[in-house]
Nanobody, 114 residues
Framework: QVQLVESGGGLVQAGGSLRLSCTAS???????MGWYRQAPGKQRELVAR???????VVADSVNGRFTISRDNAKNTVYLQMNNLKPDDTAVYYC?????????WGQGTQVTVSS
């Protein structure tokens, strides 16, 4: 079992920045971590994630603006979001994949005003 707690969401104007954090209840050294988002009326989609080899995969829509990083000592994954756009408005979820199971956080709301 992995419990995830996200934080850092909020309301920001277009062009602004936010940093999301996701802290896991156990070590993430052998856990694949990623960020996803779901806008109203849309399916949940990948934002950025780490691969099993430690590389990163970033969605085209946020590439160059969002950066995923991790601090294994703190069991925490971050999502730095710069130059935010109204289309980035969504609930952002952290996901951990371990032992063929997926675990989700409760989500954090990000709202970008124009």
């Amino acid at each position: 079992q992995v419990q995830l707690v996200e934080s850092g969401g909020g309301l920001v104007q277009a062009g602004g920045s936010l940093r999301l954090s996701c802290t896991a209840s156990r070590s993430i050294l052998t856990v694949n971590m990623g960020w996803y988002r779901q806008a109203p009326g849309k399916q949940r989609e990948l934002v950025a994630r780490f691969t099993s080899y430690g590389n990163t995969v970033v969605a085209d829509s946020v590439n160059g603006r969002f950066t995923i990083s991790r601090d294994n000592a703190k069991n925490t994954v971050y999502l730095q979001m710069n130059n935010l756009k109204p289309d980035d408005t969504a609930v952002y979820y952290c996901k951990a994949s371990a032992n063929l199971n997926d675990y989700w956080g409760q989500g954090t709301q990000v709202t970008v005003s124009s």
